[in-house]
């Protein structure tokens, strides 16, 4: 990926910047650009990521061409304008098919990032199964409070890896590209929400996901930390944490937790009761703390560890 960090009151420049991340962006009457613009953005192919500020009084159409683009932009003075509806920019937006038109006074700090139609059309697929789907927007904000929250909180680990961080690692930087992308296809509605609430298949697990999951499956039973589990699905701890949430709706080592459980359930169900105990079985099972074991084994499964011993 292309790191770009700059600042420049040059409005040429600033037109420039724009459009490595959104080609058709278009700058249609400014003044002196005061404070300057602070850039910070990484773009390859078909992909772009960028947090930036600017000052001024400045008209912009960003039209994205070929491209999704999903941001926000906040100012005490600034207006959005998309398909003919004044939209609220503070809030992250969707862009397809047709531009935004921007305008602002004094001080605005802007967020998002830009895919190629091709790479959100192969993700819905992955993400629905239907290998026929073609991603249409029906809207152009969140879904919901949650959505828009897990958009922000994805944002802002993309950010983290492709924006602050000090080490540049190909393969992390593609996990966090994939994660952001798959984040606004959840986020905004569009034939893929759809298809998803008429109960289309849904993909398969992803492949670091799936080898999370066989992970915790075969070493259950073993002392297990994060760092062992993401080494196992072969991300970081923060990209393991994030995936695995999108894609189960838990944490790894919630899921961890929940193995052992059910492991500990069964155990408990074909034990001999004048034989084996609770705090054994517990123990074997990597609860130490009986009276927390409890508690969230009635929690999971309506009944005390003790009432499943002696049934």
Known sequence: MDHTNIETRDAEKVEQLWRTVVPGARISRTDVIQPALS??????????????????????ESDPLDQVVVGRIAG???????????????????????????????????????????????????????????VRPTGYAPISEQRMRYWSRTWEYTRDVLLRSQEHSTLIEQQARTLILEASLLTFPTTLTEALAAGRPARPLPAPVRRAKSYVEA???????????????????????????????????????RVRLD?????????????????????????????????????????TPSTTLRS
């Open 39 to 60: 850039w910070h953005a990484v773009s390859e192919p078909g992909f772009g990521f960028f947090d930036y500020t600017i000052g001024g009084t400045m008209l912009v």
């Open 219 to 257: 070493h259950a039973a073993e002392p297990v930390v994060l760092a062992d589990i993401a080494a196992a699905a072969r991300l970081s701890p923060r990209g393991l944490q994030y995936a695995f949430r999108a894609a189960t709706g838990r944490t790894p080592m919630q899921y961890l937790r």
């Open 76 to 134: 005490p003075r600034v207006s959005g304008t998309y398909r003919r509806e004044r939209i609220d920019t503070a809030v992250p937006f969707m862009v397809v098919d047709r531009p935004l038109e921007l305008a602002f006074t004094g001080r605005i700090a802007g967020a998002g990032a830009s895919f190629a139609r091709s790479e959100f059309d192969e993700a819905a697929r992955r993400l629905s199964g239907d290998d026929t789907l073609r």
């Open 263 to 303: 492991a500990a359930r069964a155990e408990l169900r074909s034990a001999d009761p004048s034989v084996d105990t609770v705090a054994a079985i517990a123990a074997r099972w990597g609860f130490s703390n009986l009276g927390r074991f409890a508690a969230m084994y009635r929690g999971e499964f309506g009944e």
